[in-house]
C-alpha cells in the first residue's frame, strides 16, 4: 500500500498533466501570451501548454464571421448590409481581433455615407468590398461578401 502523501502527490501531478494538454478545434487558432509578453498561436490538434506561465489571450475563427451594419446615405435613404468576414492571417489580425467589429461598422458606416458611393448595387457591394479589403487586408482580415439588404 502507498502511503496517503502519496496518493496526493500522483493526483495532482496528473491534474497538472491533463491542464497541461490542449485540444484546439478544427477552424480555430488560439494566440497564448505568456508572462514575459511572447505570443505563440496553436492551430487545429492537441497542443501541450504551461497552465501556469500560458494563458489564451484570443480565440479565432478561421471559418468566418458577420456583422450587420445600418448607415444613413448622403441622398437621405437608410443602406441596411450584412458584411461577411474572415481571419486570413491570425498572427496579423491579433493585435485588431477584439475591436474588429467596431472598426468594420465605422469604416463601413463612413464609406457608406461618402458622396463617391455607385448608384447600382451591384457597383455599390463590389466597391464597398474592395475599399474595406484595401484597408483590413494589411490586418490579416478579409471582407469575403458584402449583402446590401435595402438601399433608398
Known sequence: MLPQNLWILLAMMALIAVACVRRI???QVHSMRRLGGQ???LGAGMHFVMPLIERVSHRMSLSGSQLEIDAKLNSG???HACVYYQVLDPERA???????????????????GHGGVPGEPND??????????????ERG???TRIDLRSAA
Not at 99 to 109: I, P, T, Y
Not at 124 to 137: I, M, P, T, V
Open 25 to 27: 478545434p478544427e477552424g
Open 39 to 41: 505570443v505563440r498561436f
Open 77 to 79: 435613404g437608410d443602406c
Open 94 to 112: 491579433d493585435t485588431v481581433i477584439e475591436s474588429v467589429d467596431s472598426l468594420l461598422r465605422e469604416r463601413a458606416v463612413a464609406l457608406l
Open 124 to 137: 455599390r457591394r463590389a466597391w464597398l468590398k474592395q475599399s474595406l479589403n484595401s484597408e483590413f487586408r
Open 141 to 143: 482580415l478579409l471582407v
